[in-house]
């Protein structure tokens, strides 16, 4: 009896909070992308695998010993075909999310979910310089995810948004070995009391052949009334094997002076092939 009115003490802290606790209204997860994310590729068809895992276990407004944990394994189709517009390569994309979550307040198993998230469809267009790239583009995450409005650990967010991109890539020096990169994501979420989000990634890297190493960062802020912000710094490590027409890379982020969430960290992989 001591143990359910605890927990039922614990689950009214944590509705009473304004956000979900571990995540923000966004669909978009930051720390997926990094180093070169505003180069579009090629033309031709792309796979790309993402493996994230978040954890974090500090947080201002729950008690002591409250833990999120999210592991996240997105599959994402890309196809940048031969059309230009306003001399732009145009590229379409989708991704389906397949998310975990485990959540812990006060030492006490709040929630725990696996099931597919929301589905992204969307486009961009991807201009090439001699020093410089730049990519702008628009999309759509549908409401397609499972959803369970008395749950905290729901894979779908239970409403969609739409998704706007834009970013840019420098090549500093004349070899073109040392990049910096930021691609930025405005999401607005389609629902009441949702705030709209800009998500910035960046990352500034050396390539050495065809192994990319760098420092990688993200920084988020609501534009409304919301005051949550999030904020990291990492490394990545990426190499590409043209033979196998095969890439991947690694990343590694630890979050600083958040606000009004979660504060941990991401470990990232994602794997590319081209067909």
């Known amino acids: 009896m001591k143990i359910?009115?605890?927990?039922?003490?614990?689950?009214?802290?944590?509705?009473?909070?304004?956000l979900t606790v571990y995540a923000?209204?966004?669909?978009?997860?930051?720390?997926?992308e990094g180093i070169k994310a505003s180069v579009v590729p090629p033309s031709g068809v792309y796979y790309k695998g993402y493996i994230v895992n978040y954890n974090a276990?500090?947080?201002?407004?729950?008690?002591?010993?409250?833990?999120?944990?999210?592991?996240?394994?997105?599959?994402?189709?890309?196809?940048?075909?031969?059309?230009?517009?306003?001399?732009?390569?145009l590229a379409l994309e989708a991704i389906v999310p397949l998310i975990k979550t485990d959540l812990k307040v006060g030492g006490q198993d709040i929630d725990e979910r696996t099931g597919l998230g929301d589905l992204y469809v969307g486009g961009v267009l991807g201009w090439h310089g001699d020093r410089w790239d730049a990519v702008t583009g628009v999309g759509y995450?549908?409401?397609?995810?499972?959803?369970?409005?008395?749950?905290?650990?729901?894979?779908?967010?239970?409403y969609d948004s739409v998704m706007l991109t834009l970013g840019g890539n420098l090549k500093l020096n004349q070899q073109g070995d040392?990049?910096?990169?930021?691609?930025?994501?405005?999401?607005?979420?389609?629902?009441?009391?949702?705030?709209?989000e800009l998500i910035i990634e960046w990352g500034l890297s050396k390539s050495y052949g065809l192994l990319d190493v760098g420092l990688v960062g993200y920084n988020?802020?609501?534009?409304?009334?919301?005051?949550?912000?999030?904020?990291?710094?990492?490394?990545?490590?990426?190499?590409?094997?043209?033979?196998?027409?095969?890439?991947g890379d690694i990343a590694l982020y630890k979050e600083y002076s958040n606000k009004d969430t979660f504060e941990g960290k991401v470990i990232?992989?994602?794997?590319?092939?081209?067909?």
């Open 220 to 247: 988020t802020f609501e534009t409304g009334d919301g005051n949550e912000e999030r904020n990291a710094l990492g490394l990545s490590m990426g190499y590409f094997s043209p033979p196998n027409l095969l890439g």
């Open 268 to 275: 990232r992989a994602s794997l590319t092939k081209v067909f």
């Open 4 to 18: 359910t009115v605890h927990k039922t003490i614990l689950l009214t802290i944590a509705t009473s909070l304004s």
């Open 178 to 196: 040392i990049n910096l990169s930021a691609l930025s994501r405005y999401e607005m979420p389609n629902g009441d009391n949702l705030e709209d």
């Open 57 to 89: 276990d500090e947080n201002e407004a729950l008690p002591a010993d409250s833990e999120v944990s999210v592991t996240a394994l997105a599959s994402r189709a890309i196809w940048v075909t031969p059309q230009k517009i306003l001399g732009g390569d």
């Open 141 to 158: 995450w549908a409401e397609t995810g499972d959803y369970d409005s008395n749950r905290f650990a729901s894979p779908g967010k239970g």
């Open 24 to 32: 923000s209204d966004s669909h978009y997860v930051p720390g997926i």
